[in-house]
């Protein structure tokens, strides 16, 4: 099984950045790609909306179909998900990518921020999950190998990782652990459940909310496509609950000549990401 033609993914956040990226990796094999995300119209301060995201992923070959969702509303999602499968038939692989990010001490960080975060991380991962959750037992009945792919890193207890940011950490690594949770949940139903994590800072919109960053040290969100482009197309009833990040799983298939994936070839001295120890 080695690629994803005829599939239908569902990614949260796809209007740019890494969901995007994930989007037109799987279209390039033919496959379905639902776009659910909130920009609709164009931003000048964000590029990329839902409709740009679909004519993209058209154009790398496969076929796309456009919804604005706001995860944190259930009703939204529902209703995105029943678009979804009236129009393609099913879903077969979610992605959980959207994500809400503040960097700031618990002083700075004001609850409508904190509520964001853990509207979109954490409740946005589950509810996405959860609403999907009848199209992925049909798809793995029909052996259509069906995964849930969180964009969330490994969990880790060490104090380093919460100081700075405890309301960030605590979101993401909600989405963690639904990741652990939901993988043996669903493994009686034959769905695997993952997180992807990079090991460098990717160059995307989200920077804009950390001040500083400089983007020749930093990588494409292309090494994250193709890292989940080998999770989505392998055996989901052995590959489940794994915490992978992304240059060590490239490796593993062979991979270790990452320089393309570089926003400036030739860089050595990337930006760690957070919570990779």
């Given at each position: ?7 239908t ?19 390039r ?10 920009t ?17 992923s ?8 456009a ?7 259930e ?47 954490v409740?946005g991962?589950?509810?996405c999950?959860?609403?999907c959750?009848?199209?992925l037992?049909k ?7 069906p995964?849930?792919?969180n ?18 950490t ?9 990741t ?18 990079p090991?460098?800072?990717?160059a995307t ?8 960053i ?26 489940t ?26 860089t050595?001295?990337?930006i760690?990401?957070f919570?990779?120890?």
């Amino acid at each position: 099984m080695n690629d994803l033609k005829g599939k239908t993914l569902f990614i949260t956040g796809a209007s740019r950045g890494i969901g995007l990226a994930i989007g037109k990796r799987a279209a390039r094999d033919g496959a379905n790609v639902v776009i659910a995300a909130k920009t609709s119209d164009p931003n000048p301060k964000l590029p990329g909306t839902i409709h740009t995201a679909a004519a993209e992923s058209e154009a790398a070959g496969g076929r796309a179909l456009a919804l604005q969702t706001d995860i944190r509303d259930e009703a939204s999602v529902l209703a995105a998900v029943e678009q979804a499968v009236a129009r393609f038939g099913g879903i077969d692989i979610l992605v959980n990518n959207a994500s809400a990010i503040s960097l700031t001490p618990t002083n700075a960080t004001p609850m409508k921020r904190f509520d964001l975060m853990f509207g979109v991380n954490v409740r946005g991962t589950y509810l996405c999950t959860q609403a999907c959750l009848a199209e992925l037992i049909k798809s793995a009945k029909a052996g259509r190998n069906p995964h849930v792919l969180n964009m969330s890193p490994p969990l880790s207890m060490r104090e380093h990782w919460f100081a700075p940011h405890v309301a960030y950490t605590m979101a993401k690594f909600g989405m963690s652990e639904c990741t652990l949770g939901h993988a043996g949940e669903f493994r009686p139903h034959g769905i695997a459940v993952n997180s992807l994590w990079p090991r460098t800072v990717i160059a995307t919109a989200a920077l804009q909310m950390i001040p500083g960053i400089d983007l020749a040290k930093c990588r494409r969100p292309e090494i994250l496509a193709d890292a989940a482009h080998l999770i989505l197309t392998s055996d989901a009833a052995t590959t489940t609950g794994n915490f992978f990040i992304d240059d060590e799983l490239l490796a593993r298939y062979g991979v270790t000549d990452l320089d393309r994936y570089s926003v400036k070839p030739g860089t050595t001295d990337f930006i760690p990401d957070f919570f990779v120890d």
